[in-house]
Structure formats: structure tokens, C-alpha cells
């Protein structure tokens, strides 16, 4: 017989809403949703597990705050499910961050070939984190629509195959399952020590989408009120005069 334990674990990883007290705390502090560099300035690093939804933020943010997006994915990942070497992938990534002076939005983890850099120099982590039974039907859907050539592959020339999705160690469903609790645990102690509710720079982003869907539409009104504010701003004094 299957074990009680075993099925109360089981639905406890699939179905936990992820709440957590400090995100109740959060919204009494009136904190902006976006800390920024203080000059206007904001590069975000978007963090989870595979299929949290990373991507579909990047790309959401880049086009709310115009700033370049920059996946990691598709930096990473040579045709034919090519890895490229450290060296390379970090000038690459070295480049892209230095690209834009006002900043830029990175989706992706990779922290055994970049270490801290992207972190260290971002203004913002948003560590995305909702229930497994949201993200994971997602994260099939996703790549079955890959498998048959439906949807575009996480970098041009890596497409999936029947071997790679359910043969394969590295199949993306399978390590999306064996990484949950260990990316919680390692962004929830990040997190614990960084987070925005003790003045750092992570914010944890979980729940079914009404927590992001809010959150996103703070940073819309963020985005409205500076671009009013620039607008009536009163015209520096020219001091150079014929």
C-alpha cells in the first residue's frame, strides 16, 4: 500500500499555495515594485524553477520598461543542444549586460557557469514562485507544443524530441519535478537574507497569477507616473545664451 505520508507529501509539493507570511507583511509596507538603481534606472534578474514562467515575465517587463531583454537560454544553448564553453558564455552575457546603460531584464539561472554576476549587478531579483500543480500542466503543454513543432524551441536549433522529453535524464519535465524543492529551498534562504522586507533586492512573487497580475500592474502605474512626472517637469534654465 502506497504510504499516507507519501501521498500527503505529494500534495503538499503539487498543491501548497506557497504563502508566506512576509508576503502578507509586503503589502502593509507600501513598498514600490521596483527598487531601481534611485537614478531610474533598473536591471532585473527574473529567477525559478524551469517553466515558472520566467520568459513570459522577461519579455512582459522588457516591453513595460523598455529595456532590453536578455535570455540566458538562448545565449547558453548552441543548435543541436550545444553547450557553449563558461569562458564564452560569460563574455557573452559580460557584453549584453553593458549593452544599454539604463539597463536590462535577464531571465535564467545558470549560477554554476555565471556565479553572482548578473545578481550582484541587478537592482531587482523577482524570484517567481508559484504551486507546482500551477506551473507544471504549463510546462507540459509547453513542451509538448515543442515536440511537435508548435511552438519555437528555448534556443534557435534545440528542438525536443520523444528521446530527449521521456527518455532522458535531462528531459525538461523531469527536472522540472526533481528541481521544485530544491529551488525553493536555495531562493527561499536567498530570499531570507536578501529579501525586499529586510531592504534587499529579492522579491518573491507566488500564489495562482493574482499576486503577479497585481504586481505587474503596480509597475505599469509606476511606469505612468514617472513618464506624467517628466512630462510637466519644469525645462532645465539654459545657461548658454547667443
Known amino acids: 500500500m502506497f504510504p499516507f505520508s507519501n501521498i500527503a507529501r505529494l500534495w503538499a509539493l503539487f498543491f501548497s499555495l506557497g504563502n508566506d507570511p512576509v508576503d502578507e507583511h509586503l503589502r502593509s509596507l507600501g513598498l514600490p515594485p521596483l527598487r531601481g538603481d534611485g537614478t531610474g534606472k533598473y536591471r532585473i534578474r527574473i529567477t525559478g524553477n524551469s517553466g515558472t ?31 557553449s564553453p563558461t569562458d564564452e558564455f560569460r563574455a557573452a552575457v559580460r557584453a549584453a ?9 535577464v531571465d535564467g539561472n545558470y549560477r554554476t ?32 507544443l ?21 527518455f532522458s535524464r535531462e528531459s525538461i ?8 524543492g530544491r529551488e525553493r529551498k536555495r531562493q527561499g534562504e536567498a530570499y531570507r ?15 495562482w497569477g493574482d499576486e503577479l497580475d497585481a ?20 525645462e532645465a534654465p539654459d545657461s548658454m545664451h547667443a
Open 53 to 83: 514562467g520566467k520568459s513570459t515575465l522577461a519579455r512582459e517587463l522588457s516591453a513595460i520598461l523598455d529595456l532590453p531583454y536578455i535570455p540566458l537560454d538562448s545565449m547558453f544553448w548552441k543548435p543541436d543542444w550545444g553547450q
Open 97 to 105: 549586460l553593458d549593452a544599454d546603460p539604463r539597463g536590462w531584464i
Open 113 to 144: 557557469r555565471l556565479g553572482t554576476m548578473v545578481t550582484d549587478e541587478a537592482t531587482d531579483v523577482i524570484w517567481v514562485d508559484p504551486p507546482l500543480a500551477l506551473y507544471f500542466p504549463r510546462l507540459c503543454w509547453r513542451t509538448a
Open 146 to 166: 515543442r515536440l511537435f513543432r508548435l511552438a519555437p524551441p528555448c534556443s534557435p536549433g534545440c528542438e525536443e524530441t520523444v528521446r530527449s522529453v521521456f
Open 173 to 180: 519535465v523531469w527536472w522540472c519535478l526533481s528541481n521544485h
Open 193 to 207: 537574507l536578501d529579501g525586499v522586507h529586510v531592504g534587499g533586492k529579492i522579491r518573491r512573487i507566488g500564489g
Open 215 to 234: 504586481w505587474k500592474q503596480e509597475v505599469r502605474a509606476m511606469v505612468l507616473l514617472k513618464t506624467q512626472a517628466d512630462a510637466f517637469a519644469p
